[in-house]
């Protein structure tokens, strides 16, 4: 069995949902893009009250426009009731390597966000997409060109480059948006 990781060196991938059916089985909530790419990544790991636990998939299916899957640690309905909820986290060493012009959301936050008139809007405190676009929550500190919180899509059009090295984002986005 392996030790607890870190939680630092942990990235959300999923979350479990409520039970299906009578024998342990819970509806799986990937983050993944390929839904089904949350089952080649392991171990997982849940976070629960009294620490991170193991979570080891014994049998997983789609379930019409879903996913269900069976746990060790899940035996019957009644313990699957009781973790509706929880989050599934993996070591970040077991992601695919991204392509050259892709990220994990993990990595964006805290970059640093400069437009195309040089001025620093904030850094990216949140990742998340709506129905259209993935939108980074840019949040002003103490050297930022002002005070305003801005919801910047991730998109071409918006997004110029992004410099890991140097921790920062241009935008096309000037700061009267």
Do not use: C
């Not at 839904?35 to 997982?44: E, G, L, S, V, Y």
């Amino acid at each position: 069995m392996s030790s607890v990781p870190n939680a630092s060196a942990l990235m959300k991938i999923g979350q479990l949902k409520k039970p299906y059916g009578i024998k342990g089985w819970l509806w799986v909530f990937s983050d993944t893009d390929d839904r089904t790419a949350i089952f080649d990544m392991h171990p997982w790991w849940m976070k629960t009250a009294t620490g991170m636990k193991p979570l080891t998939v014994k049998a997983w299916r789609e379930q019409g426009t879903g996913i269900v899957a069976q746990f060790e640690q899940v035996p019957d309905r009644n313990v699957a009731e009781t973790m509706n909820g929880v989050t599934v986290w993996v070591e970040q060493n077991v992601l695919p390597e991204t392509a050259e012009d892709e990220y994990y959301w993990s990595d964006l936050v805290s970059l640093r966000v400069m437009n195309e008139q040089d001025e620093y809007l904030g850094n990216i405190t949140e990742m998340f997409e709506t129905g259209a676009h993935d939108i980074m929550r840019v949040t002003a500190n103490s050297d930022s060109l002002d005070n305003e919180e801005r919801l910047i899509p991730w998109h071409k059009q918006t997004v110029m480059k992004v410099n890991m090295t140097e921790k920062t984002v241009l935008v096309s986005w000037p700061s009267d948006y």
